[in-house]
């Protein structure tokens, strides 16, 4: 149904208290009933530059666009301005960001990668369009209320198979239909997975991204790789279905990246059909919810890794950090739990090869979100920057302000560029010589990601000022990624440990001919 149209004049006449209009981006509304809930106060909207007027400048330097939309608020138009058009408009799902640096060089329109085929394209557009209309709203409830992701979004991704897709390209791929058939299994390769994550990381809220089953991610390659064809039959499929979950369980209280300390013990019994663990694990990412394990332990000639499920002997309980509880962070317990041998992954006391054949993988998909996080806060800083007034003028015309934005796009180009060259490496290395030659660029990147990250979200936080540190409101998405921007610089392995590692690798291709 068509809205009646007004002239700018005919709402100037409604501009007191009782009988209270204002215009927002050329659109009419009565706020006569509103006013007295307004939650700014009814001051606010009878101010003389507000009650009767264009509003649209104030309204946007308080609000959100998004408020418009809620049905409680969009009710209370009541026509358009004669002659005017809406200008501000926001994106349909699916749809690209026109704001500059908001999206990777290769989805903006009139530049070119010769990374990307147009089964990526393909691939990307669908997916963005499953983010925005399904995750992306269970993304914002589940963050806030600290339950687990929705059931129904969890099915809707497995008849996608994108919980398989996220281990990559590899065997587990055979045989499945990958988004409705948009990219063929034989054809999928580390750039599609890079999309994957890099679309889930644009939800926004941290806890929930990395509940949306990131435990399986570091957790289940081990399976996939070290454990037997029995195994792998009894278990994959649950998880691949979103029906069950599994967490990788490595970090203790007494160890995190000194993986040779942990206490956790798994010894045979005396027929050598089962393992006997016992021992505690911390912060593990979805294990509050897992049905299995990934567990590192240590026994009597080494470190072997061993898929624990859950039953009895095994607790858990959550963990309180910065994030939502939607994660699933737990602290896990192992009483005299009895496993089957059956369940070892890769050699007795040779776990250290199984972790670290993880390890290359879990911090590149790191960098992947990290990366793509980062570019969520340019773009609202850039909106934030362009829409708000100070001294009369927007806030962009702050020379500060320009410098700041300058270092962040800086950033967020340098390791995206960074990035999509160790990807390209990736499609074209065998696994072996990922291990082989990737271990320290990826630790160099992961290093660069989260510090550039942290220096971006302080730099936000200067730009929205007290929005920045406010939970709700215009600064909400500033407020969250600097609350939880540190994760990513620990979780993975810390900063320093692996930029040494980086060295550490480099030092071992130096060359004994090189001298200056």
Same mark, same amino acid.
């Given at each position: 149904?068509?809205?009646?149209?007004?002239?700018?004049?005919?709402?100037?006449?409604?501009?007191?208290?009782?009988? !209270?209009?204002?215009?927002?981006?050329?659109?009419?509304?009565?706020?006569?009933?509103?006013?007295?809930?307004?939650?700014?106060?009814?001051?606010?909207?009878? #101010?003389?530059?507000?009650?009767?007027?264009?509003?649209?400048?104030?309204?946007?330097?308080?609000?959100?666009?998004?408020?418009?939309?809620?049905?409680?608020?969009?009710?209370?138009?009541?026509?358009?301005?004669?002659?005017?058009?809406?200008?501000?408009?926001?994106? =349909?799902?699916?749809?690209?960001?026109?704001?500059?640096? =908001?999206?990777?060089?290769?989805?903006?329109?009139?530049?070119?990668?010769?990374?990307?085929?147009?089964?990526?394209?393909?691939?990307?557009? &669908?997916?963005?369009?499953?983010? #925005?209309?399904?995750?992306?709203?269970?993304?914002?409830?589940?963050?806030? #209320?600290?339950?687990?992701?929705?059931?129904?979004?969890? #099915?809707?991704?497995?008849?996608?198979?994108?919980?398989?897709?996220?281990?990559?390209?590899?065997?587990?791929?055979?045989?499945?239909?990958?988004?409705?058939?948009?990219?063929?299994?034989?054809?999928?390769?580390?750039?599609?997975?890079?999309?994957?994550?890099?679309?889930? =990381?644009?939800?926004?809220?941290?806890?929930?991204?990395?509940?949306?089953?990131?435990?399986?991610?570091?957790? !289940?390659?081990?399976?996939?790789?070290?454990?037997?064809?029995?195994?792998?039959?009894?278990?994959?499929?649950?998880?691949?279905?979103?029906?069950?979950?599994?967490?990788?369980?490595?970090?203790?209280?007494? =160890?995190?990246?000194?993986?040779?300390?942990?206490?956790?013990? &798994?010894?045979?019994?005396?027929?050598?059909?089962?393992?006997?663990? $016992?021992?505690?694990?911390?912060?593990?990412? $979805?294990?509050?919810?897992?049905?299995?394990?990934?567990?590192?332990?240590? %026994?009597?000639?080494?470190?072997?890794?061993?898929?624990?499920?859950?039953?009895?002997?095994?607790?858990?309980? *959550?963990?309180?950090?910065?994030?939502?509880?939607?994660?699933?962070?737990?602290?896990?317990?192992?009483?005299?739990?009895?496993?089957?041998?059956?369940?070892?992954?890769?050699?007795?006391?040779?776990?250290?090869?199984?972790?670290?054949?993880?390890? $290359?993988?879990?911090?590149?998909?790191?960098?992947?979100?990290?990366?793509?996080?980062?570019?969520?806060?340019?773009?609202?800083?850039?909106?934030?920057?362009?829409?708000?007034?100070?001294?009369?003028?927007?806030?962009?015309?702050?020379?500060?302000?320009?410098?700041?934005?300058?270092?962040?796009?800086?950033?967020?180009?340098?390791?995206?560029?960074?990035?999509?060259?160790?990807?390209?490496?990736? $499609?074209?290395?065998?696994?072996?010589?990922?291990?082989?030659?990737?271990?320290?660029?990826?630790?160099? !990147?992961?290093?660069?990601? %989260?510090?550039?990250?942290?220096?971006?979200?302080?730099? &936000?936080?200067?730009?929205?000022?007290?929005?920045?540190?406010?939970?709700?409101?215009?600064?909400?998405?500033?407020?969250?990624?600097?609350?939880?921007?540190?994760?990513?610089?620990?979780?993975?392995?810390?900063?320093?440990?692996?930029?040494?590692?980086?060295?550490?690798?480099?030092?071992?291709?130096? *060359?004994?001919?090189?001298?200056?």
């Amino acid at each position: 149904m068509s809205m009646k149209t007004y002239t700018r004049e005919e709402v100037a006449k409604h501009n007191k208290e009782g009988d !209270l209009w204002v215009v927002i981006d050329a659109k009419v509304f009565d706020l006569s009933k509103f006013s007295r809930l307004h939650p700014g106060g009814l001051a606010v909207l009878l #101010d003389e530059e507000i009650a009767g007027k264009d509003a649209t400048q104030a309204f946007f330097s308080l609000h959100r666009q998004e408020v418009l939309q809620k049905p409680g608020y969009a009710r209370l138009q009541i026509g358009t301005i004669e002659g005017a058009k809406s200008v501000i408009k926001p994106l =349909a799902a699916g749809e690209v960001s026109l704001v500059p640096y =908001a999206e990777p060089s290769w989805l903006s329109p009139g530049y070119h990668s010769p990374y990307y085929k147009e089964s990526h394209r393909a691939f990307q557009k &669908a997916l963005r369009k499953l983010v #925005d209309e399904v995750i992306y709203p269970d993304g914002q409830l589940r963050e806030e #209320d600290g339950k687990r992701v929705s059931q129904s979004v969890l #099915d809707i991704m497995a008849q996608k198979n994108l919980h398989a897709m996220r281990l990559g390209p590899g065997k587990h791929l055979k045989g499945l239909t990958l988004f409705d058939g948009i990219v063929k299994p034989e054809e999928f390769d580390y750039f599609h997975e890079q999309i994957i994550t890099q679309e889930l =990381a644009r939800v926004g809220v941290r806890g929930y991204g990395d509940g949306l089953l990131s435990g399986m991610v570091i957790g !289940l390659p081990p399976v996939l790789n070290f454990g037997s064809e029995e195994l792998k039959k009894r278990v994959v499929p649950d998880i691949f279905a979103g029906k069950k979950f599994i967490s990788l369980a490595i970090s203790e209280a007494f =160890a995190g990246s000194d993986v040779s300390g942990i206490r956790t013990t &798994a010894e045979l019994t005396e027929d050598g059909k089962y393992w006997i663990i $016992n021992g505690t694990k911390k912060w593990i990412t $979805n294990g509050h919810f897992s049905d299995y394990f990934t567990v590192g332990c240590r %026994t009597d000639g080494g470190f072997t890794v061993i898929l624990v499920e859950r039953g009895p002997g095994v607790e858990t309980s *959550p963990i309180k950090t910065s994030y939502s509880p939607a994660a699933g962070t737990a602290y896990i317990t192992f009483d005299k739990v009895k496993v089957p041998v059956e369940n070892t992954l890769g050699p007795r006391d040779g776990g250290l090869i199984v972790m670290l054949a993880n390890f $290359n993988h879990e911090r590149w998909v790191m960098c992947c979100s990290s990366a793509r996080a980062q570019r969520l806060v340019v773009e609202e800083c850039f909106k934030w920057a362009s829409q708000r007034y100070v001294f009369g003028k927007p806030l962009i015309s702050q020379a500060v302000v320009r410098s700041k934005l300058a270092n962040m796009v800086a950033r967020v180009e340098s390791v995206q560029n960074w990035l999509e060259n160790v990807t390209h490496q990736m $499609n074209n290395m065998s696994y072996k010589e990922q291990s082989d030659k990737l271990a320290g660029p990826i630790g160099f !990147l992961k290093m660069l990601c %989260t510090r550039t990250a942290q220096e971006t979200a302080a730099d &936000a936080v200067q730009i929205f000022g007290g929005r920045g540190i406010t939970r709700t409101g215009m600064g909400r998405c500033i407020e969250h990624y600097h609350r939880t921007v540190t994760f990513d610089s620990l979780l993975g392995g810390a900063e320093d440990v692996l930029g040494d590692l980086g060295v550490r690798q480099a030092m071992r291709k130096m *060359p004994k001919s090189a001298r200056l």
